[in-house]
T-cell receptor, first 111, second 114 residues
Framework: KNEVEQSPQNLTAQEGEFITINCSYS?????LHWLQQHPGGGIVSLFM???GKKKHGRLIATINIQEKHSSLHITASHPRDSAVYIC?????????????FGKGTHLIIQP | GAVVSQHPSRVICKSGTSVKIECRSL??????MFWYRQFPKQSLMLMAT?????????EQGVEKDKFLINHASLTLSTLTVTSAHPEDSSFYIC??????????FGPGTRLTVL
């Protein structure tokens, strides 16, 4: 069993739909990261969180430490949101430790 | 925002040659740099953690003599794949961090070994 599990693996939705991507982890963590990887491979860090909820534009990330679960939501989805979304965890200080990654969720938003 | 560059973005080499990949933090000094690789349709995997002026810490299963990491300054880390073989073909990504802050990722280097 992987330490970080994401679901769904693939998601296709229509423009405007509300998107939810889930992440569960089985280890103790100091922080959880949501990353976005575009087709060329480049990675952008979306959120780093250790409790509660964060919002940036149309993106919302939540985490429940007791349940070891996090969700990434996209409101009013747009074709430019199409990418692979990756959940990753750090087990000590977000920047001082390498990350353990989920396999990613491949999101396609159709016009 | 914090920018991390990698060079080259793409490299094709013959089996047995060595390839050097550079990772630079352009507008900040990174206390720690990380090297990851990603095989097709697989998740990213941490290879090694590098702190300026000290030896890199390699993850289990990563050969330190094959993947040489040099972290000479707070803005530059290099990964050299020595005697590359086709199974080393992968997407290599670095990231840079300042203490416990978030990691900033480079654009990646796609290595193809013929």
């Amino acid at each position: 069993k992987n330490e970080v599990e994401q679901s769904p693996q693939n998601l296709t939705a229509q423009e405007g739909e509300f998107i939810t991507i889930n992440c569960s982890y089985s280890v103790g963590i100091s922080a959880l990261h949501w990353l976005q990887q575009h087709p060329g491979g480049g990675i952008v860090s979306l959120f780093m969180l250790s409790s509660g909820k964060k919002k940036h534009g149309r993106l919302i990330a939540t985490i429940n430490i007791q349940e070891k679960h996090s969700s990434l939501h996209i409101t009013a989805s747009h074709p430019r949101d199409s990418a692979v979304y990756i959940c990753a965890v750090s087990q000590s200080g977000g920047g001082a430790d390498g990350l353990t990654f989920g396999k990613g969720t491949h999101l396609i938003i159709q016009p | 925002g914090a920018v991390v560059s990698q060079h080259p973005s793409r490299v094709i080499c013959k089996s047995g040659t060595s390839v050097k990949i550079e990772c630079r933090s352009l507008d900040f000094q990174a206390t720690t740099m990380f090297w990851y690789r990603q095989f097709p349709k697989q998740s990213l995997m941490l290879m090694a953690t590098s702190n300026e002026g000290s030896k890199a810490t390699y993850e289990q299963g990563v050969e330190k003599d094959k993947f040489l990491i040099n972290h000479a300054s707070l803005t530059l880390s290099t990964l050299t794949v020595t005697s590359a073989h086709p199974e080393d073909s992968s997407f290599y990504i670095c990231s840079a961090a300042v203490f416990a802050d978030t990691q900033y990722f480079g654009p990646g280097t796609r290595l193809t070994v013929l």
